[in-house]
């Protein structure tokens, strides 16, 4: 059963930047046909899809974000990784990953979800 | 990007009842349109896909019909574990986009 987990720290200082890992078990990201995507709730708020990438590197970001986000992906740790920088409170949320299917640039549904991960972005 | 809206926010419904939620897409998606539960503190879960496709293991009270800018999410009978926000979300066109929630709560 494909299983994702998000880690990275919990608290970030406004201006500096986040990054958080997401780690795949029961599957391989190379799996041919499928993204790995990132997307975000703010607490008490609904879901923000931040952006996707393909086993060969091939990212897509949401334009909202996309001068600050970097998505990218370790194949021989079968896990993909977010940065986001210059980070201030409205980005204070919690962060899940997933998998994308039936995707046209990136643009997928997703599922699994991973438990997602609370980053507060706080002094 | 495309805004997806709907209805109601938040209903109240009592166990057995039917419970319908509303989706609609500010421009047509064809049936490029999914249904998502979430429970209090746990990750969004998948429940249909493509506007009326069932995820595997999905009890069967749970329907999706719709196709173009209007769609439904349908619980037949409403069980004590389908208590939670229930979003849709469309991948006609990037960047995807989320409805912003119906909460069912307990009457």
């Known amino acids: 059963q494909l299983q994702l987990q998000e880690s990275g720290p919990g608290l970030v200082k406004p201006s500096e930047t986040l990054s958080l890992t997401c780690t795949v078990s029961?599957?391989?990201?190379?799996?041919?046909?499928?993204?790995w995507g990132w997307i975000r709730q703010p607490p008490g708020k609904g879901l923000e899809w931040i952006g996707s990438?393909?086993?060969?590197?091939?990212?897509y970001y949401n334009s909202s974000l996309k001068s600050r986000v970097t998505i990218s992906v370790d194949t021989s740790k079968n896990h993909f990784s977010l940065r986001l920088t210059s980070v201030t409170a409205a980005d204070t949320a919690v962060y899940y990953c997933?998998?994308?299917?039936?995707?046209?640039?990136?643009?997928?549904?997703?599922?699994?979800w991973g438990q997602g991960t609370l980053v507060t972005v706080s002094s | 990007d495309i805004q997806m809206t709907q209805s109601p926010s938040s209903l109240s419904a009592s166990v057995g009842d039917r419970v319908t939620i509303t989706c609609r897409a500010s421009?047509?998606?064809?049936?490029?349109l999914h249904w998502y539960q979430q429970k209090p503190r746990e990750a969004p879960k998948l429940l249909i896909y493509?506007?009326?496709s069932l995820q595997s293991g999905v009890p069967s009270r749970f329907s999706g019909s719709g196709s173009g800018t209007d769609f439904t999410l349908t619980i037949s009978s409403l069980q004590p574990e389908d208590f939670a926000t229930y979003y849709c979300?469309?991948?006609?066109?990037?960047?995807?986009?989320f409805g912003q929630g119906t909460k069912v709560e307990i009457k």
């Open positions: 493509a506007a009326s």
């Open positions: 990438i393909y086993y060969s590197g091939n990212t």
């Open positions: 029961g599957g391989s990201i190379s799996s041919s046909g499928f993204y």
């Open positions: 997933a998998r994308g299917s039936f995707c046209s640039g990136g643009n997928c549904r997703f599922d699994p």
């Open positions: 421009q047509s998606i064809a049936s490029y």
């Open positions: 979300q469309q991948n006609f066109n990037t960047p995807p986009t």
